[in-house]
């Protein structure tokens, strides 16, 4: 663990600690780390907070199951604040957003678009069925429709693909994606399961190089 010894906590022991979604990019929450929670945070691999409000340690998800589970933490130019990557299991604030930061002061501020957001809105479709959306008519006739659809856009990517139209196969493979994730909405499966299904094949394959080079 470096620079551990160079970060700057304040005269009351705490440091600031920028919480980002590490697959989007998006601010999180500003929280505060002492030594000991931040002890904690690295050994555990989940965020663990001070709470200033009722003076205790605090682990992030320990009665909400939101745990945060930490990719990197990264200290600014002054070591005076910290930057924690995360991989989140829900939501963030404990109102239930995503973010602690929804309240606009200057200027509109547009969500970014993410897999994981269209993925949020395609459960609430699902547990709101709202008349006359597409998505609403998927989920209600049901798995063997949205397979169906899949299989549909699979071959419209491979017919585009073939035909080397970079537009069209944007667009189908676009098509693509939207049913898959309806998919996994059907069946409860998350973008982050695909996500570290990913991880562990891109380590095994980083190791089998390493392993080749040698």
Same mark, same amino acid.
């Given at each position: 663990?470096?620079?551990?010894?160079?970060?700057k906590?304040?005269?009351n022991?705490?440091i600031p600690?920028?919480?980002?979604?590490?697959a989007?990019?998006?601010?999180?929450?500003?929280?505060?780390?002492?030594?000991?929670?931040?002890?904690?945070?690295?050994e555990? =691999? *989940?965020t663990?907070?001070?709470?200033?409000s009722? /003076?205790? !340690?605090?682990?992030?998800?320990? &009665?909400?199951g939101?745990? $945060?589970?930490?990719?990197s933490?990264?200290?600014?130019?002054?070591?005076?604040?910290?930057?924690v990557?995360?991989r989140?299991?829900?939501?963030?604030?404990?109102?239930?957003?995503?973010?602690?930061?929804?309240?606009?002061?200057?200027?509109a501020?547009?969500?970014?678009?993410?897999?994981e =957001? *269209?993925?949020?809105?395609?459960?609430?479709?699902? /547990?709101? !069925?709202?008349?006359?959306?597409? &998505?609403?008519?998927?989920? $209600?006739?049901?798995?063997?429709?949205?397979?169906?659809?899949?299989?549909?856009?699979?071959?419209?990517?491979?017919?585009?693909g073939?035909?080397?139209?970079?537009?069209?196969?944007?667009?189908?493979?676009?098509?693509l994606?939207?049913?898959v994730?309806?998919?996994?909405?059907?069946?409860?499966?998350?973008?982050?399961?695909?996500?570290?299904?990913?991880?562990?094949?891109?380590?095994?394959?980083?190791?089998?190089?390493?392993?080749k080079?040698?």
């Amino acid at each position: 663990m470096q620079n551990l010894e160079k970060l700057k906590f304040d005269r009351n022991g705490l440091i600031p600690a920028i919480v980002v979604d590490d697959a989007t990019g998006k601010v999180l929450t500003l929280a505060y780390m002492n030594r000991e929670s931040l002890k904690i945070s690295l050994e555990k =691999g *989940l965020t663990c907070f001070w709470s200033r409000s009722r /003076q205790e !340690l605090w682990l992030k998800g320990e &009665t909400s199951g939101n745990y $945060q589970h930490i990719v990197s933490v990264t200290a600014d130019c002054d070591y005076d604040a910290l930057e924690v990557r995360v991989r989140k299991d829900g939501p963030a604030c404990h109102l239930g957003t995503d973010s602690c930061f929804t309240n606009p002061v200057l200027g509109a501020r547009e969500e970014p678009f993410s897999l994981e =957001g *269209l993925y949020g809105l395609l459960l609430e479709r699902k /547990q709101q !069925l709202p008349e006359g959306s597409y &998505t609403t008519y998927l989920f $209600q006739k049901g798995l063997d429709k949205i397979l169906k659809k899949v299989g549909e856009e699979c071959t419209e990517v491979i017919i585009a693909g073939k035909a080397r139209d970079e537009k069209e196969t944007v667009y189908e493979i676009a098509d693509l994606a939207y049913h898959v994730l309806v998919l996994m909405a059907q069946l409860g499966i998350t973008p982050e399961q695909i996500r570290r299904e990913l991880a562990s094949r891109h380590v095994i394959d980083h190791k089998v190089k390493q392993e080749k080079m040698t």
